[in-house]
T-cell receptor, first 114, second 112 residues
Framework: NAGVTQTPKFRVLKTGQSMTLLCAQD?????MYWYRQDPGMGLRLIHY???????AKGEVPDGYNVSRLKKQNFLLGLESAAPSQTSVYFCASRPPQGWIEKLFFGSGTQLSVL | DQQVKQNSPSLSVQEGRISILNCDYT??????FLWYKKYPAEGPTFLIS?????DKNEDGRFTVFLNKSAKHLSLHIVPSQPGDSAVYFC???????????FGDGTTLTVKP
């Protein structure tokens, strides 16, 4: 049972390069999330999705785009990476509202932008 | 405006003693609270939660207390074990929010 899988685990980018982070879950969860965690700070929500084909902005959406074309996948894109986007990125998923509220997290992607 | 605050960045306790981690919130709409535990190089994992209709919830060595009037919750770990050493995040949400708001975390170190 894989749960939430993030790809890649590590990545180094140069300023201005683009990349896509992939999140896949096999629990048939409706809701999916992208968070970033910076040193000494909590998890800040970038974007989230409450179902296939839907996306919404979180607290820190600027510089990122997302897509949820399939229920099991949630993609996070950086069109033009900046050093301020150096962070650890976590994907999470959960069942719909009214079910158990807890989030299931992936193991994270360490991204460095030089 | 940070809606969920964990004012202690770190806490160190002796093995066998009680660990108390605190969390304050400002949004009175929050009605469900969760604690997550995070080890280095891993994603956070759910630990325990509490609904606003309760003031206490226990799960083994872990107990969460909620004081709604003070907008404060705490996580008690008794007895503390070295394997409990991790970062603990407090999170809050409300009905139909669809998302949780996290505190900055408290790093717990349990010394043998």
């Amino acid at each position: 049972n894989a749960g939430v899988t993030q790809t890649p685990k590590f990545r180094v980018l140069k300023t201005g390069q683009s990349m896509t982070l992939l999140c896949a879950q096999d629990m048939n969860h409706e809701y999916m999330y992208w968070y970033r965690q910076d040193p000494g700070m909590g998890l800040r929500l970038i974007h989230y999705s409450v179902g296939e084909g839907t996306t919404a902005k979180g607290e820190v959406p600027d510089g990122y785009n997302v897509s949820r074309l399939k229920k099991q996948n949630f993609l996070l894109g950086l069109e033009s990476a900046a050093p301020s986007q150096t962070s650890v990125y976590f994907c999470a998923s959960r069942p719909p509202q009214g079910w158990i509220e807890k989030l299931f997290f992936g193991s994270g992607t360490q991204l460095s932008v030089l | 405006d940070q809606q969920v605050k964990q004012n202690s960045p770190s806490l160190s306790v002796q093995e066998g003693r009680i660990s108390i981690l605190n969390c304050d919130y400002t949004n009175s709409m929050f009605d469900y609270f969760l604690w997550y535990k995070k080890y280095p190089a891993e994603g956070p994992t759910f630990l325990i939660s509490i609904s606003s209709i309760k003031d206490k919830n226990e799960d083994g060595r872990f107990t969460v207390f909620l004081n709604k009037s003070a907008k404060h919750l705490s996580l008690h770990i008794v007895p503390s074990q070295p394997g409990d050493s991790a970062v603990y995040f407090c999170a809050a949400t409300f009905t139909n929010a669809g998302k949780s708001t996290f505190g900055d975390g408290t790093t717990l170190t349990v010394k043998p």
